[in-house]
């Protein structure tokens, strides 16, 4: 299920620290840092720029909006149900964090697989 544009809304408001109405590159860095600290600052302005369709340095809603409705019918979507969670997609993130391929996730591995799991199945315990 996609998400509406309210929930659109609050989320690019979330984003949008300063109130302007747009978001900044520092906007967007420091909420992909908050999330993941597995993500270069070149890496985010890579994706800002590929989300700012106009060019002018700033994302406005409707280019959030558009990115997010896109990376949602392509399958990332917000859960309704904490049972709509696939043990797969449980193991997927595992073995995405595990990165020396032991099996067992280090205090640094196990810290990243917490933001990773609560961002992407939105767990706020």
Not at 18 to 27: F, I, V
Not at 91 to 107: P, Q, T, V, Y
């Amino acid at each position: 299920m996609a998400q509406t544009n309210e929930e659109l809304l609050a989320l690019f408001k979330s984003i949008d620290s300063d109130g302007s109405g747009s978001l900044s590159l520092p906007e967007v860095i420091l909420h992909l840092k908050s999330i993941t600290d597995d993500i270069s600052e070149e890496n985010i302005e890579r994706i800002f720029e590929g989300i700012d369709a106009s060019g002018d340095k700033v994302v406005d809603f409707e280019e959030f909006k558009t990115v997010l409705t896109e990376v949602s019918e392509k399958g990332w979507n917000k859960l309704n149900n904490v049972g709509d969670i696939k043990e797969v997609e449980v193991k997927a993130l595992f073995n995405l964090i595990d990165k020396d391929r032991s099996g067992e996730l280090s205090l640094d591995e196990a810290r990243k697989a917490c933001k990773l799991i609560r961002a992407r199945f939105e767990i706020t315990e």
